[in-house]
């Protein structure tokens, strides 16, 4: 159903029994509901609903709207982050309708969008994408059951302290979730071969992250592959023939400590099946800001592939063996990235404390390693880095940015360009940064700028945008700088912030950078954030969408729907346009 509306839209009309509907002290109808972007439309989806709204905004701020059904029972919705498909994940209705996943294309140019549904063999409340669009990795996400915790009486004025914390254990987000099971979609595949499922591991052994490898050219010819990641093991398990295959198995890859682990996947060299490797780093204990006197080693794993020593596949149905080898570090290990140096290709390893960076030769992992180490004018118990260019995708040296910190305010830039002095590159220091940082890559044609900020730390909630041509850094100290979110076009950064005529009182702004020139725009919102979105417009230019509401950092939002549309190169009010919205079922 397609609608184009002026001055208010009527998102779901209608009441629901299925629908996630509550009422706040003035009467106002509250909702829970999944939002996100895609490239030309912001889609809609009720938690517990049937149904999906693709609201498409067009010039001077209008809209028209479609809905298109899903599967019964709504658990997650989410687009790819590419903006070119929502997924979809319902749990059915026991006794009437399997549960489901729903994908769909998104549309352009007012078209309707393409929509394919897979029947599941059983409910599922996570999913992870494969960064090249091809699988959908379901998979069961696990909640804490306070149910057990009774709520402790605090005298007024004095402070509670427990002997031990109340306990809590952790339990499907859905109720008769099979927890060790994986259901992988190929959206490539046929329809009658496009669904397949695995139990991986123990049947009380969740995955905690799927990792999806990209072509591999192994022994035995092209795979593609997936570790799957429990809290204390993980597991591999060939993709392309999985469906074909039935005998194709999980393999135990390796046990895991109990602290944090990142997997990587390396092709090699183009014109060898030999040298194809997973990378894991694998941290045995906590870090230094929790412990200042720790004892604690890491572990760069290493696993590579070889021809079977028999004839016959294995039980698994593997066509080749893993080897696994590695590099021990009596130091924690706080990162690793593949880098390329005067001396070749090598895995860059960051240690702490006392930081420095130990060069791995991945063709010869147990040999003397070269070692760089890294002087900070403060003494910096952890570091860590974010990487600021990649030589293999965007040609010139490989950069990072190292951070000292959540103590010690202080940032240097690395670049792996070797000198006749500095094989590995010169570190500079010209920057402060309060904390660990996170970065956002900006497309073209901004593509040198990068968007700095503190990483889950109070000390500051605004953000920094980085040149990396002249390595100039401005400042947004921004009250509070939530929803970063830089436009698919490159030209300018969208976030809520406080009102900085409200003396810092919690009333939340729409904010716009641009980009060209680093001018900043606020305009006020009617009502809470609940999300923003930059949405490309049909006939050119783009549009921000903001929903009101109450959102988390990764559930759905709370809300009454209400939507306002601003045009994004200028955020006015008096040209803005808003969107009324009950969200209780489409007519």
């Known amino acids: 159903m397609r609608s184009r509306h002026l001055v208010s839209i009527v998102l779901f009309a209608g009441l629901s029994a299925a629908a996630c509907t509550s009422r706040t002290r003035s009467g106002e109808s509250r909702h829970s509901f999944f939002a996100a972007s895609l490239e030309q439309q912001v889609a809609l989806v009720e938690v517990g609903g049937d149904r999906a709204v693709f609201v498409a905004p067009h010039a001077n701020q209008e809209v028209d709207w479609r809905t298109a059904t899903v599967g019964k029972g709504v658990v997650l919705a989410k687009a790819s982050e590419d ?118 591991g123990e049947p009380n052994e969740p995955p905690v992250q799927l990792w999806f490898s990209p072509v591999l050219q192994l022994p035995a010819g092209p795979r593609r592959l997936l570790v799957s990641q429990s809290s204390s093991r993980a597991f591999l398990l060939e993709l392309d023939r999985l469906a074909a295959n039935p005998a194709v198995q999980p393999e135990l890859l390796t046990t895991l400590p109990t602290s944090s682990t990142t997997v990587m996947f390396d092709d090699g060299a183009p014109d060898r099946t030999d040298d194809a490797r997973i990378v894991m780093l694998l941290t045995e204990s906590s870090t230094p800001i929790l412990n200042r006197d720790p004892v604690m080693s890491s572990r760069l794993a290493m696993f590579t592939f070889a021809p079977l020593s028999g004839a016959a596949p294995q039980a698994s149905g593997r066509e080749f063996e893993t080897v696994s080898t590695g590099v021990d570090f009596k130091r924690y290990a706080s990162e690793f990235a593949f880098v390329n140096t005067a001396a070749g290709r090598r895995i860059a390893v960051l240690v702490n404390p006392s930081p420095a960076v130990v060069f791995v030769d991945p063709d010869d992992p147990t040999g003397n390693a070269a070692t760089m180490d890294l002087a900070f004018a403060h003494n910096a118990l952890e570091v860590h880095w974010v990487r600021t260019r990649t030589a293999a995708t965007e040609g010139g040296a490989d950069a990072f940015l190292l951070s000292a910190g959540i103590i010690v305010n202080e940032t240097a830039y690395w670049s792996l360009e070797p000198t006749s002095e500095q094989p590995f590159g010169n570190v500079q220091q010209p920057f402060s940064f309060p904390g660990v940082l996170e970065l956002l890559d900006v497309p073209p044609p901004h593509e040198d700028l990068k968007i700095l900020r503190p990483s889950g730390y109070c000390c500051f909630t605004g953000f920094y945008v980085l040149d990396r041509r002249t390595l100039s850094v401005m400042s947004f100290s921004e009250s509070s700088a939530a929803s970063l979110r830089v436009s698919p076009d490159g030209r300018h950064v969208s976030y809520f912030t406080t009102d900085p005529d409200k003396n810092g009182l919690t009333e939340w702004v729409g904010a716009t950078v641009n980009l060209d020139d680093l001018t ?54 008096s040209t803005a346009r808003s969107y009324s919205a009950l969200l209780l079922g489409a007519p």
Not at 86 to 114: D, H, I, M, R, Y
Not at 136 to 156: C, F, H, N, W
């Open 83 to 200: 903006g070119r498909r929502l997924f979809v994940v319902s749990k059915g209705e026991q006794g009437s309708e399997p549960p489901t996943l729903t994908v769909f294309e998104g549309a352009t140019n007012g078209e309707a969008n393409a929509a394919r549904r897979f029947e599941l063999p059983s409910a599922h409340s996570a999913l992870a994408v494969d960064p090249t669009g091809r699988w959908v990795g379901l998979y069961t996400r696990m909640k804490q059951d306070l149910s057990g915790i009774q709520a402790e009486s605090v005298v007024p004025g004095q402070v509670s302290a427990l002997a031990d914390p109340p306990a809590f254990s952790l339990i499907p987000a859905l109720e008769g979730e099979i927890q060790n099971e994986v259901v992988l979609v190929d959206l490539d595949a046929s329809p009658e071969l496009a669904v397949s499922s695995r139990l991986v």
């Open 520 to 573: 900043v725009t606020h305009f006020p919102l009617d009502g809470r954030r609940g999300a923003m979105f930059d949405v490309a417009r049909p006939e050119g230019g783009r549009a921000i969408v903001v929903l009101g509401g109450d959102s988390s950092t990764d559930g759905p939002i709370q809300g009454d729907g209400t939507m306002t549309v601003f045009d994004a190169e200028s955020p006015k009010v």
